[in-house]
């Protein structure tokens, strides 16, 4: 048996586990990012000094600071650090920055095809 759900990557609480609530948490965590995902913004390179917490960013292809090695993954501030997850192919995000609902294709945020 896998350790995580196929599409979110959600843990699993394994038979015999200790401290089962850390798993849960952090289940409750992913999800609470991925449904009605919102972005600050969609190709962010550098970290805000003083994020709040929630707050979300898709990564360019070379971010920098407390980002650096996260290429393409999107950067949320959680519980006083950095969470760091991969989106999938078909997630949906709205973008602040550019007042915008967004899909990943797989390599990049684009505009939603139809939406105006």
């Given at each position: 048996?896998?350790?995580?759900?196929?599409?979110?990557?959600?843990p699993?609480?394994?038979?015999?586990?200790?401290?089962?609530?850390?798993?849960?948490?952090?289940?409750?965590?992913?999800?609470?990012?991925?449904?009605?995902?919102?972005?600050?913004?969609?190709?962010?390179?550098?970290?805000?000094?003083?994020?709040?917490?929630?707050?979300a960013?898709?990564?360019?292809?070379?971010?920098?600071?407390?980002?650096?090695?996260?290429?393409?993954?999107?950067a949320?501030w959680?519980?006083g650090?950095w969470?760091?997850?991969?989106?999938?192919?078909?997630?949906?995000?709205?973008?602040?920055?550019?007042?915008?609902l967004?899909?990943?294709?797989?390599s990049?945020?684009?505009?939603?095809?139809?939406?105006?």
């Open positions: 048996m896998s350790d995580q759900t196929p599409n979110l990557a959600l699993f609480i394994m038979p015999a586990q200790a401290q089962k609530h850390v798993t849960h948490n952090e289940a409750i965590e992913l999800l609470d990012m991925i449904v009605q995902l919102t972005l600050e913004g969609s190709d962010a390179s550098t970290p805000l000094p003083a994020p709040s917490e929630g707050q960013w898709a990564l360019s292809a070379a971010p920098t600071g407390d980002w650096a090695g996260q290429a393409g993954k999107i949320t959680r519980g650090g969470l760091f997850v991969t989106p999938k192919e078909g997630w949906m995000a709205w973008v602040k920055d550019d007042s915008e967004q899909v990943y294709t797989g990049s945020w684009a505009m939603l095809a139809g939406i105006s």
